[in-house]
Every structure is written in C-alpha cells, then in structure tokens.
C-alpha cells in the first residue's frame, strides 16, 4: 500500500471519528429541547446576535478551507486564494478556476 493510500485511510477514519463525536455531543446536549418551538429565522437570528463570534470564526475557517482545496486541486497560490475568499466570498474563487 502506498503513501496516498495511507493518508486517504488516516484522514477519512480522523473524519469519522470527528463525526461521530460531534454527533454525539449534540446528542447528548439537550439543545435540540430547547429549540423544538423555534423556527429556522428565529434561530439564526438569536445565533448572529448572541453568537456572531462563532460565525465570524466560523466563516475564516470554511474559506481557509476552500482556499486550501483550490490550491491543492488548480495550483494556485493559497494566500490569493485565501485573502479573496475572505474578503469577497468562496464562491470568488470559481473565477480562478477559469484564469489558468
């Protein structure tokens, strides 16, 4: 078995594992008895006011993320990607795919 093979079996039970103890955590949290009676506008709205630190820190990590899959997939440069996702939006980086 080669290398790729190893980190694609390591990485996929790390998000498994990741998975399964995130579910577990809501599970077991009760939060889901407290939002029973609350509609998705009023959730999201208590979530940006209460929580808007998360959703910012949130947000960094899911661009962080995109810039780093378009790196490794298109080769381009991470803090372009990066710094355009941040400050536009992820979907800003489907224009790098078409500037080879």
């Not at 949290?29 to 998360?54: G, R």
């Not at 298109?74 to 980086?93: G, R």
Request: a negative charge.
């Amino acid at each position: 078995m080669n290398q790729f093979n190893m980190d694609r079996i390591f990485s996929n039970t790390l998000l498994m594992i990741s998975g399964i103890v995130l579910i577990y955590g809501l599970v077991f949290s009760n939060i889901f008895e407290l939002l029973v009676h609350w509609d998705l506008k009023s959730i999201i709205d208590y979530t940006i006011t209460y929580y808007f630190d998360f959703v910012i820190i949130g947000y960094i990590f899911i661009c962080l993320q995109f810039a780093g899959y378009f790196e490794l997939k298109y080769q381009q440069d991470y803090l372009t990607c990066s710094i355009m996702s941040i400050l536009l939006t992820p979907l800003s980086l489907l224009l790098l795919e078409k500037n080879d």
